[in-house]
């Protein structure tokens, strides 16, 4: 679904976004955590773009704030893949090694924390009203 031939040929087709969401998501979920042997700064780059691509066109400093759908993915989805990506940055920074597993995190935490604020408050809004 996001391989190297579909990103050619949405590319081909002048599906320029598309295929960048292809080249992105390959990249920044995929290879990032399974490829072998790629450097630790690799990583890291790959995932900053994926951060930086998640971040375009979204100001949560507007109001009213973002409801269900953040680019067209779930809220949760959103921040469970925003948190988890920069957990993972930090995570290559304070490992003692300067590595560390890249299978062990993963976006469960995240996915269950904003779960659970949801189904305890509903969705945060000025003052929790």
């Keep these: 679904m996001l391989s190297e031939d579909v990103e050619n040929e949405m590319s081909d087709l002048r599906f320029e976004h598309e295929a960048e969401f292809c080249r992105v998501f390959r990249e920044g979920l995929f290879i990032s955590d399974d490829k072998p042997g790629l ?3 690799e990583r890291c780059k790959k995932r900053h773009a994926l951060i930086e691509w998640l971040d375009r066109r979204v100001d949560f400093g507007v109001f ?13 989805l959103y921040q469970g893949l925003r948190t988890s990506h920069e957990y ?3 995570l290559s920074v304070i490992a003692n090694a300067g590595t560390y597993c890249v299978r062990a995190p993963n976006t469960l935490c995240s996915e ?18």
């Design 64 to 76: 009213p704030p973002f409801g269900g759908k953040i680019m067209g993915f779930s809220h949760i």
């Design 39 to 41: 450097p630790a700064f």
């Design 88 to 90: 993972k940055m930090y």
């Design 112 to 129: 269950s924390f904003f779960g659970s604020m949801q189904d305890g408050y509903g969705p945060l809004g000025p003052r929790n009203s």
